[in-house]
């Protein structure tokens, strides 16, 4: 069997969450949650992708997001025009591009940030495990 990944995350704001990660990112809400134990929560993703993302909030004790520069969720985005048009859907969506702490994702990527702190790099190559740093 194969793996699956989820990230969760806290946040501050569930709806404003989920419009920024489904307009920028192109996601689909996968599931929901409320009140389950305490918690209100989404997952996005691709349908039946292995990867997806889980956003919650808790109701008796809110946890306060702490991300720093460089947690990051990257995604390579090989084609030029693909990139681009991701890019400003991640503008359109609401994010903020801003300065990576590592230089590197600069280079051949953006780097966009959450009204949470949580960074987003939209690369522009493929991923490769033998890729090498130049």
Known sequence: ????????????????????????LGLQVLGHFEDHDGFDGVM??????????????????????APTPEDLLVFYVPDADAWERR?????????????????????????FEDRDGYRVVIHGTSWSPAATIP
Do not use: I, K
């Open 1 to 24: 069997m194969a793996m699956q990944l989820r990230v969760a995350r806290p946040v501050t704001d569930l709806a404003e969450s989920t419009a920024l990660y489904t307009g920028g």
């Open 44 to 65: 996005l993703g691709t349908p039946g992708g292995p990867v997806h993302f889980e956003f919650t909030v808790c109701r008796t004790h809110p946890v306060r997001p």
């Open 87 to 111: 890019c400003q859907a991640m503008v359109d969506a609401g994010f903020t591009v801003v300065t990576s702490f590592n230089p590197y994702w600069d280079q051949l990527g953006r780097t």
